[in-house]
């Protein structure tokens, strides 16, 4: 079994925003058996505009992949 000091992380974590907002990457790992996903963890902060096609970028490694993300107020 693998326990959390075994997943290795990312050298640099990627950098993500939300609606042109930065947002502060908490964790950035490979996922276990699965060697070329990576799992972010990540909090929107409260200034997000909502939307039902809100743009998320992630960037790094020199690459950048954007897609639509719906945002919703709690």
């Known amino acids: 079994?693998?326990?959390?000091?075994?997943?290795?992380?990312?050298?640099?974590?990627?950098s993500i925003t939300l609606g042109g907002v930065n947002l502060q990457v908490s964790s950035a790992t490979l996922v276990p058996g699965l060697s070329t996903v990576y799992q972010v963890k990540t909090q929107a902060p409260g200034n997000v505009q909502p939307g039902k096609t809100v743009p998320l970028t992630i960037s790094g490694g020199g690459?950048?992949?954007?897609?639509?993300v719906r945002v919703v107020t709690p």
């Open 1 to 14: 079994d693998l326990t959390p000091s075994d997943v290795p992380y990312v050298a640099q974590a990627p």
């Open 63 to 68: 690459v950048s992949t954007t897609l639509s």
